[in-house]
């Protein structure tokens, strides 16, 4: 074969390849006795030795599959019976290699029709099916092997909405907002028979003491809860949280732990959270340690201020600085239960045990009825196994005074202090609302079942 669009054949060339006298053949002509483009085709025209491509036509609906052709040196048996003179001792045939030019002859042989079987439509596909359904316009004819009937009675549009579109999130949460708020002022959460006093301490800084008073505080007034918060921090950030002014020259616990100023002439009512009272804190609270070294039965005085108070409440909350000075004595001798808040990290845990024996000691020399009730675990991160293996831990040690209520991290509890309120009212519907929620609501039924300083 040459690349010059012609090739040597023995019957045309002469001996050692010299062209004959016709010359050589081109891939576009014919043998000679061949009929030319146009002329009918005649067997008796043809070379004895030679057996032209025949192109057999085929259904359009048919596949075509093309078979080469016989040696040109072999020669074939004509058919009788075949109108197109096809051989009766052909090889079999096999497909033949696609060729670019279009001239060169392939034969064909016809193939049963393909008859097209309709796809059903899948689950998947059937919502996107109906839509095309719906939107094509009336005189337009239904695809073949397509149902409306069946169609329009097993799928649902796009467009319709389902049971979980019918309940967002959205109304979810703004039940529980209304179920934390309690517009109708009901008591829902069961009343103690006499007052708890419960100190919330822990020397570490930074573990949820303040926000923990807080937000238990205004959870329980909001259910029909009598509730007083004493501010013993010097920071007064409970007093902030609350909403209570506490800048130099308002009443505050100084008053009350060095001049003995009663209690009532200094606590506050919060605005917008009925039955709750606050006792503020300001900056000279923070000499009161040095203060109260030259006074005489230091570590009572807020025990008696409390107990002198006319009224009563249901639950007294006194939030504690981060430390063990006289002010978490205070604390602590006028506390018959201890809530030790708990963040989910290690170095929570490394001054726990020396805050216990420190509980020990007022317990065996100053409050007998003085008694740990209440661990909380905080900024739980459900992402670390860190988080995990605290809780664990804390649950072993403790046991049942571990609250099954766990206080996620969540930005909207320290969002609402900068607005002077407490998670509960800042956003109700939050999981930090929600989880101190739960939390509030066990230490009250803890409080019905079982007595109140259990160590007396």
């Not at 030795?49 to 040696?71: I, L």
């Not at 001239?103 to 097209?116: D, F, H, K, S, W």
């Not at 999130?169 to 039940?175: C, H, I, R, T, V």
């Amino acid at each position: 074969m040459h690349d010059d669009g012609r090739y040597d054949d023995r019957r045309v060339t002469g001996p050692g390849g010299q062209p004959s006298a016709t010359g050589p053949v081109s891939r576009e002509t014919t043998y000679q006795g061949w009929p030319a483009s146009g002329e009918p085709d005649d067997a008796s025209t043809r070379p004895p030795d030679c057996d032209p491509v025949v192109r057999r036509e085929t259904p359009s609906t048919g596949a075509v599959r093309p078979v080469s052709s016989a040696p040109a040196n072999v020669p074939l048996a004509r058919d009788p019976h075949d109108p197109n003179g096809g051989p009766v001792n052909a090889p079999a045939p096999r497909p033949a290699p696609a060729r670019g030019n279009a001239a060169v002859p392939a034969r064909y042989e016809p193939q049963p029709p393909v008859v097209a079987v309709p796809q059903q439509p899948t689950p998947e596909a059937a919502p996107d099916a109906a839509a095309g359904v719906a939107a094509a316009p009336a005189d337009t004819p239904p695809a073949a092997g397509y149902d409306d009937d069946a169609t329009a009675s097993t799928y649902v549009s796009r467009e319709t909405p389902t049971r979980e579109e019918d309940d967002p999130p959205l109304a979810m949460e703004a039940m529980r907002a209304v179920q934390i708020l309690n517009p109708s002022g009901e008591v829902t959460m069961p009343r103690p028979e006499r007052t708890r006093v419960m100190c919330v301490a822990n020397q570490k800084g930074g573990v949820g003491k303040t926000t923990t008073t807080v937000n238990l505080a205004v959870a329980l007034a909001l259910h029909g809860n009598r509730v007083l918060v004493v501010d013993l921090d010097p920071q007064g950030n409970a007093s902030t949280g609350l909403n209570v002014p506490h800048h130099t020259g308002v009443p505050d616990v100084y008053d009350c732990l060095i001049d003995s100023v009663p209690l009532e002439e200094v606590a506050q009512a919060v605005e917008g959270i009925p039955n709750l009272w606050c006792v503020p804190a300001t900056i000279d609270l923070a000499g009161a340690e040095i203060e109260l070294v030259s006074v005489v039965a230091r570590e009572s005085r807020l025990a008696r201020a409390i107990a002198a108070y006319p009224g009563h409440f249901d639950y007294v909350f006194i939030d504690c600085p981060p430390s063990l000075g006289l002010l978490t004595v205070n604390a602590l001798v006028a506390a018959q239960e201890v809530l030790i808040p708990i963040q989910c990290e290690y170095y929570a845990l490394e001054g726990l045990n020396q805050l216990i024996q420190n509980i020990n000691l007022v317990r065996q020399h100053l409050n007998p009825k003085l008694e740990v009730s209440t661990i909380l675990l905080t900024m739980y991160d459900r992402r670390t196994r860190l988080a995990d293996a605290v809780e664990q831990d804390v649950r072993n040690h403790f046991g049942d005074k571990v609250l099954q209520a766990v206080i996620p991290r969540n930005v909207r509890v320290s969002e609402a202090p900068s607005y002077g309120q407490s998670v509960m009212t800042y956003d109700p519907g939050s999981r930090g609302a929600t989880s101190y929620f739960e939390a509030a609501q066990e230490i009250a039924e803890r409080g019905v079942m079982e007595p109140v300083s259990r160590n007396a």
